[in-house]
């Protein structure tokens, strides 16, 4: 499975918005590029994920790079309650989410 | 309605013994998983299963058996417990057989610690 590569932290001010970076080099071609977030004591979230265009959602948007080998998560207002862990995923054919560390999103106030 | 719930939330056992910890989902999918959180915060992957169907397992000690009656639920029972399985277990399903467009919903997870 293709790794992805993010930064350990970010800091945000609430309201603000949030460009979380992932790199993903080795992206294979069917790869679609998956972000769950887990916020404390709490399970893993879905997020959003895609595979070329970028997408959107109520909670997100995702905007990935031509070549596919990096990706940005953005949150267009960050607040108190999105201070999480997010987590950028190539879960590749088997399906399997391999968690890496992830980048833990601070939200000032 | 909670979509994926595991039961207990917290549990506290002594070295050697057995415990299950026990997962539904409500959602009609086809496909259920462990994954397993240890004390740095690593989330990996132990089994999966699709229709009863054990289909990702992991390296894991065979003192882990999943057990799935039906496709709704999966539950996991540890034998003979260890200090090192002390972690926060995480029960997750998806629509269908594993896929890279697969969305995963996960439980809130269950506390396991081992004295």
């Known amino acids: 499975d293709a790794k992805t590569t993010q930064p350990n932290s970010m800091e945000s001010n609430e309201e603000e918005p949030v460009h979380l970076p992932c790199n993903h080099s080795?992206?294979?071609?069917?790869?679609?590029i998956h972000w769950y977030r887990q916020l404390p004591s709490q399970g893993p979230e879905y997020v959003i994920h895609?595979?070329?265009s970028n997408v959107n959602n109520r909670m997100a948007s995702l905007a990935i790079a031509e070549d596919r080998k990096s990706s940005t998560l953005i949150l267009h207002r960050a607040t108190l309650r999105d201070a999480a862990v997010y987590y950028c995923?190539?879960?590749?054919?088997?399906?399997?989410?391999?968690f890496g560390q992830g980048t833990t999103l601070q939200v000032k106030p | 309605d909670t979509a994926v719930s595991q039961t207990p939330k917290y549990l506290v056992t002594q070295m050697g013994n057995d415990k299950s910890i026990k997962c539904e989902q409500n959602l009609g999918h086809d496909t259920m998983y462990w994954y397993k959180q240890d004390s740095k915060k690593f989330l990996k992957i132990m089994f999966s299963y699709n229709n009863k169907e054990l289909i990702i397992n992991e390296t894991v000690p065979n003192r882990f058996s999943p057990k799935s009656p039906d496709k709704a639920h999966l539950n996991l029972h540890i034998n003979s417990l260890e200090l090192g399985d002390s972690a926060v277990y995480f029960c997750a399903s998806s629509p269908f057989r594993t896929g890279s467009n697969e969305k995963l919903f996960f439980g809130s997870g269950t506390q396991l610690s081992v004295l």
């Open positions: 995923i190539l879960p590749g054919n088997t399906g399997k989410l391999i």
């Open positions: 080795t992206i294979s071609g069917t790869d679609y």
């Open positions: 895609g595979l070329t």
